[in-house]
């Protein structure tokens, strides 16, 4: 595949989740990203995506991490392990807790920390089912 290919289907990724929170952006979106563009990622788009998602606006983060969790692929979970663990934004954390604990991957203990510091953050009343089911994994893993 020729470079300017690859560039473009990384850019399609880019396009759908769009360059500001008013972009359209439906729990369709979400499904035509995982199905259309993510199938189409090879390891450069990937390794792209890991370097530069980081660096992203949250909305972005959170629309990506979305888009993840329909895709549930081993590139997807460790961008969304990565968003765990490194996002600056709690609510991509909190997705991204939701999105692993769907996909019902293991995770490894490594991560209970940073699960552990969302729901410090949260109010005990609105810590979800979803984030104490991905702790008691990543501390028994």
Avoid at 95 to 102: K, T, V
Wanted: hydrophobic letters at 35%; one cysteine or more.
């Amino acid at each position: 595949m020729k470079d300017s290919e690859t560039d473009e289907i990384y850019e399609t990724l880019c396009s759908r989740i769009g360059d500001s929170e008013s972009s359209n952006w439906t729990e369709y979106t979400t499904e035509i990203v995982a199905k259309t563009v993510l199938a189409d990622f090879k390891d450069d788009q990937w390794h792209r995506l890991e370097k530069e998602i980081l660096s992203k606006p949250e909305f972005w983060q959170q629309r990506c991490a979305a888009a993840m969790g329909e895709d549930r692929t081993e590139h997807s979970i460790r961008i969304l392990k990565l968003l765990l663990s490194n996002s600056s934004y709690i609510d991509v954390k909190i997705i991204s807790i939701y999105e692993l604990d769907w996909a019902e991957v293991n995770i490894e203990k490594k991560y209970a920390p940073f699960i552990r510091e969302v729901m410090e953050k949260i109010p005990s009343d609105e810590i979800e089912p979803e984030l104490t089911r991905l702790l008691a994994k990543a501390e028994s893993a």
